[in-house]
């Protein structure tokens, strides 16, 4: 039988026993449960249900929407129809260019436009802005180089176009336009005339690579960017109707 002496040091004995097992790693670690099998704390989410739930979401983000029925679904810019005939919706293009026939070849023109044609070269040639005035007419026949009102001085016009003060620019303008092919346009109308350059009734997506060159004579490449974008050419144009009159000079569309 033990005395309460003998108890006393199993006592103190216990507690050191147990940190020496704990500082030597002789005592089990606690086991570590995975969520699956944590109890669910009433109240609160299952965390695995919240998973599936955010991974549907993330699914149905991602996968593009259905298109609605009986919505119709925005036609293209080019498209083709039965025939093969292209469509171009794209701002500036035509649904159906008709080509139109380039003339180099001035003898084609009546007299009465070669003829003038052939003054306003040697005039404009000449640098004397002043040797047009003679070709430009007066009152209704007056040649027109303004789109809009009429001027009363049209020689004054053209100096005040001209990048510089004595109209020469202007005047190789003239010259490079008119030099170039040209086309008939309004036959039997009262608009009826022979116009140059012929870009001027010509699709300017659909030129050919010798056609851009003679172009880019005439205008920048800058220019012709933006000629393409506005949809047509809009530099300076020269007309003479079929009986020989200078009918217009003038720049834009």
């Given at each position: ?121 040697e005039a404009a040639a000449s640098g004397d802005l002043e040797r047009l005035r003679p070709l430009m007419g007066t009152g209704a026949q007056q040649t027109q180089v303004t789109v809009g009102e009429p001027t009363d001085d049209p020689i004054g016009t053209l100096k005040d ?93």
């Open positions: 039988m033990q005395t309460g002496k003998d108890k006393a040091p199993r006592r103190l004995m216990a507690p050191l026993l147990v940190a020496l097992c704990v500082g030597a790693g002789v005592l089990p670690a606690p086991v570590a449960h995975a969520l699956s099998e944590l109890h669910k704390v009433p109240g609160q989410p299952d965390p695995q249900a919240t998973d599936q739930k955010n991974s549907q979401q993330q699914q149905q983000t991602q996968t593009p929407p259905a298109t609605a029925p009986g919505v119709p679904m925005p036609d293209p810019l080019v498209n083709k129809d039965n025939a093969g005939k292209s469509t171009d919706k794209t701002p500036g293009a035509t649904d159906d260019a008709k080509p139109v026939e380039v003339i180099y070849d001035i003898n084609k023109a009546p007299e009465p436009v070669r003829k003038m044609r052939q003054q306003i070269v176009l001209s990048g510089d003060p004595d109209g020469d620019e202007i005047l190789a303008i003239m010259l490079d336009v008119i030099s170039t092919g040209f086309v008939h346009v309004g036959a039997g109308t009262s608009d009826e005339a022979y116009v140059w350059p012929y870009f001027a009734e010509k699709d300017l997506k659909a030129l050919t690579p010798p056609e851009r060159v003679e172009l880019l004579r005439i205008v920048t490449a800058g220019d012709l960017s933006d000629m393409q974008e506005f949809g047509g050419y809009n530099f300076y144009r020269l007309g003479i109707t079929p009986d020989g009159k200078w009918k217009f000079f003038t720049a834009g569309d």
